[in-house]
T-cell receptor, first 112, second 116 residues
Framework: KQEVTQIPAALSVPEGENLVLNCSFTDSAIYNLQWFRQDPGKGLTSLLLIQSSQREQTSGRLNASLDKSSGRSTLYIAASQPGDSATYLCAVPQTSGSRLTFGEGTQLTVNP | DGGITQSPKYLFRKEGQNVTLSCEQNLNHDAMYWYRQDPGQGLRLIYYSQIVNDFQKGDIAEGYSVSREKKESFPLTVTSAQKNPTAFYLC???????????????FGDGTRLSIL
């Protein structure tokens, strides 16, 4: 059974800092890996989806990398801003297709 | 604007009561999902439906029921058999290409359920 783990559970940084969020998964036979953002009391917003054949995916100040062989993904946020404060979750689809297995999330606080 | 609408935003349940959470989408998506989120935990799948009049249990279906009578609607009932219903409930949807159902990328803003 696929298990997804995110470290750290919470992170607090000063504005302007570059930071890395980590996601690990136990079964490397994945189709893709997805990163989501969740604001307090809100639903999830999809940020980046990396296909299994890709190593990296970029969107603005966000860069996600994927290393299937080691079962790891990182989300790099450059020049962090207070508006980046949110919970970031990673998820992988189960081998049966559309069902996702989620990590517990990393709660990020960027202090002005 | 296309999207997913969940209602109500907050819901309170009395002992022994069934409550129903609404989820409506206007994205013309075939698949819809219900997730439960507890503090410090990731989302866990309750039920999902890939087509009208059909649905499957997820990882934590006990104490919940669903129906899918219309493509745009997927209500979730939290029954009195669910002994720990306090959580944040999220509905999601995804489209299809041919026989392949995409994974969920669109989520509603959730319903927070508490026990009175």
């Amino acid at each position: 059974k696929q298990e997804v783990t995110q470290i750290p559970a919470a992170l607090s940084v000063p504005e302007g800092e570059n930071l890395v969020l980590n996601c690990s998964f136990t079964d490397s036979a994945i189709y893709n890996l997805q990163w989501f953002r969740q604001d307090p009391g809100k639903g999830l917003t999809s940020l980046l989806l990396i296909q299994s054949s890709q190593r990296e995916q970029t969107s603005g100040r966000l860069n996600a990398s994927l290393d299937k062989s080691s079962g790891r993904s990182t989300l790099y946020i450059a020049a962090s801003q207070p508006g980046d404060s949110a919970t970031y979750l990673c998820a992988v689809p189960q081998t049966s297709g559309s069902r996702l297995t989620f990590g517990e999330g990393t709660q990020l606080t960027v202090n002005p | 604007d296309g999207g997913i609408t969940q209602s109500p935003k907050y819901l309170f349940r009395k002992e022994g009561q069934n409550v129903t959470l609404s989820c409506e989408q206007n994205l013309n998506h075939d698949a819809m999902y219900w997730y439960r989120q507890d503090p410090g935990q990731g989302l866990r799948l309750i039920y999902y439906s890939q087509i009208v009049n059909d649905f499957q249990k997820g990882d934590i279906a006990e104490g919940y029921s669903v129906s899918r009578e219309k493509k745009e609607s997927f209500p979730l009932t939290v029954t009195s058999a669910q002994k720990n219903p306090t959580a944040f409930y999220l509905c999601a949807s995804s489209g299809r290409q041919g026989a392949r159902i995409y994974q969920p990328q669109h989520f509603g803003d959730g319903t927070r359920l508490s026990i009175l």
